[in-house]
């Protein structure tokens, strides 16, 4: 109920103008006054008399004789009682369903027409209908949209009359009915960059990188913040191409936030309350209730302060009250023409959540959920660790420890299964928690998520087709051979690819270029080590042959001088293969535990 009652009032601008909840007062929430000069756009009507079941062409078209933009991008047209604009009257049909479509206001279906897109529109005609039930005279009203701060609120238009019918007096057209302008406030500039000094003990403060301090560091973001008498004083800093935000939220997920905002706008910052209700653009608040507002701009850093009330009047239904707990929720990102976009990188959010009110504390946070990290690091154990070492189990050390048994099998092969067996059970672990942390599928993660369920599927299946194998003196064992290593090996390559798309995502965004130079040294060091063991494997690197030509001298045995040549058996030339191979694998493992700790470590750092 609550959220319902401010979309009654209020309505981000959408490009595809669903707008029905603007139905009623007409006004876009832009956060910026509408324009109150003479509009560039007529709209009229090719009737002024009808009759209950008459069509009017209704028509809106840009002023050719303007000299700013010859265009307009968003539109919304209704048909009103002249005498009660309250009251919305007949339907409209379409023309060119392209451009426009048609709204359901206050139940009635095809009452309003907006526009479908955001693309440049110099014309747009309709057809409206009058109801059995028609008024004596009827006011048509648009709302047009030219950029984010540039738009005309419910501007009247043509007043079309019954037959027999005097029409009432026509407004002029030209300037915005019951246009609702959003309150600002004048604000200064500050002189000098805001400090970490007296972060937890006189200001609590929140930091990226922590522990930075904005006065020496353009890359720190920073928000802190101190109770006065009846307030609470805020600063907010980061670099960014558009605007800086915090935001108060009752848990870790983005929706139902009380959200601050600055915003550059070319050579000045705009400091806005807002409201999100999921993640969707910010509504912005309607009510001023910032106070000594001040900002600076200094080497692509925006800052901003600002003062507000502890406990604000009812009438500010979406802003907090500020004696309770909340996470903190820091982000940036981009705005055009005064209009933000999604933030560059995951909000860094605060460890737990805090009263604002209460004593000053140095705060930590982190940019990327747990869920998101546990999902990172069981996919690198799986993929770079686990699975790899399987591999090189039962590719090379299948003729190791012949008389020894694990269970009743081989011990190469219970090796292999359990590497194999864990890999699987870390894929499905990894698999599921990116879908427990957004609640369904990613829209924004690019191929990532496809190449992953990719590897998801192909993990799947090699257990199971290994339920299956024939025996390995089946006549057709070759084909299940071809078909486990083709399976293997493909997913191992599409995981490693996926690996590398996902370590520079938004919830997981490890620093780049390292972490990519990391997880690369990781691929390179089981290339090298798989080639190794196979030159090996293929008698171009052979131990046992080199012991064969070894001769050993012996000095005067029993008097008479001996040559003895030693030639090893089968037996211990095989161990001195089987400890070439060990060797190898401990410096293999040794090298990729190495290299996965670092990527772990700096996953837990995030």
């Not at 990719?454 to 993990?459: E, F, R």
């Not at 290994?466 to 997913?491: E, K, Q, V």
């Amino acid at each position: 109920l609550l959220l319902l009652s401010v979309c009654s009032e209020t309505v981000i601008c959408y490009s595809d103008g669903k707008v029905e909840a603007a139905c009623g007062d007409m006004t876009p929430q832009h956060g910026h006054d509408p324009r109150t000069k003479k509009p560039p756009f007529n709209l009229t009507a090719d009737k002024s008399q009808f009759s209950p079941g008459d069509e009017i062409k209704v028509t809106l078209s840009m002023v050719p004789s303007y000299e700013g933009k010859k265009y307009f991008k968003g539109f919304l047209i209704e048909a009103r009682d002249a005498v009660n604009l309250d009251e919305k009257v007949g339907s409209f049909k379409l023309i060119n369903p392209g451009i426009s479509q048609l709204l359901t206001c206050d139940s009635k279906e095809g009452s309003a027409v907006s526009h479908t897109d955001k693309s440049h529109k110099t014309e747009v005609q309709v057809i409206w209908e009058a109801p059995s039930d028609s008024p004596s005279s009827v006011q048509f009203l648009v709302t047009v949209v030219q950029g984010f701060k540039e738009y005309w609120v419910k501007s009247p238009g043509p007043v079309v009359s019954q037959n027999g019918f005097t029409p009432p007096p026509q407004t002029s057209f030209g300037w915005s009915i019951g246009a609702q302008s959003t309150q600002t406030t004048t604000s200064s500039i500050l002189s000098r960059s805001f400090t970490s000094e007296g972060c937890g003990s006189e200001k609590s403060c929140l930091r990226d990188p922590e522990g930075c301090d904005p006065q020496n560091d353009i890359a720190c973001h920073f928000l802190s913040f101190r109770a006065l008498e009846s307030s609470v004083m805020f600063e907010l800093s980061g670099p960014a191409e558009g605007y800086v935000s915090f935001a108060l939220s009752e848990d870790k997920w983005m929706g139902k936030d009380d959200v601050y905002l600055c915003i550059r706008d070319t050579d000045r910052v705009e400091i806005k309350a807002a409201y999100v209700s999921g993640r969707t653009h910010p509504e912005y608040s309607s009510q001023n209730v910032l106070k000594d507002t001040a900002w600076r701009l200094s080497d692509g850093v925006i800052q901003c302060s600002f003062r507000r009330d502890i406990v604000l009047p009812p009438e500010n239904l979406n802003r907090f009250s500020l004696d309770q707990m909340y996470y903190l929720f820091m982000a940036h990102g981009r705005a055009e023409d005064g209009q933000t976009h999604r933030h560059d990188r995951q909000p860094l959010i605060s460890t737990y959540q805090r009263v604002l009110t209460g004593p000053p504390e140095d705060l930590t946070g982190s940019r990327s959920p747990l869920l998101m990290k546990y999902h990172g690091a069981f996919m690198l154990i799986a993929w770079t660790s686990t699975v790899s070492a399987g591999v090189i189990m039962a590719r090379y050390f299948k003729s190791d420890w012949p008389e020894r048994n694990i269970l009743g099998q081989k011990v190469w092969f219970q090796l292999h299964r359990m590497l194999m067996a864990l890999t699987v059970l870390l894929t499905l672990g990894g698999f599921v928690l990116p879908f427990m942390y957004r609640g369904g599928w990613s829209k924004r993660a690019g191929i990532h998520p496809y190449l992953g369920c990719v590897v998801m599927a192909l993990a799947v299946i090699q257990p199971v087709m290994a339920l299956f194998r024939p025996a390995p003196d089946a006549s057709r064992r070759y084909i299940f051979n071809w078909m486990h290593f083709g399976t293997g090996t493909a997913a191992q390559v599409v995981a490693v690819v996926t690996i590398f798309l996902g370590i520079h995502q938004q919830a997981l965004f490890l620093p780049a270029p390292w972490s990519t130079g990391v997880l690369a040294a990781i691929v390179v060091w089981f290339v090298l080590a798989d080639l190794v063991l196979d030159v090996h494997r293929r008698g171009y690197f052979s131990i046992g042959k080199y012991l064969k030509n070894v001769k050993i001298y012996t000095e005067h045995i029993n008097s008479d001088d001996m040559e003895m040549v030693f030639v090893p058996d089968e037996n211990e030339t095989s161990s001195a293969e089987s400890c070439f191979k060990n060797i190898v694998l401990a410096i293999y493992l040794c090298g990729n535990l190495g290299l996965l700790n670092v990527l772990l470590w700096t996953i837990s750092a995030l």
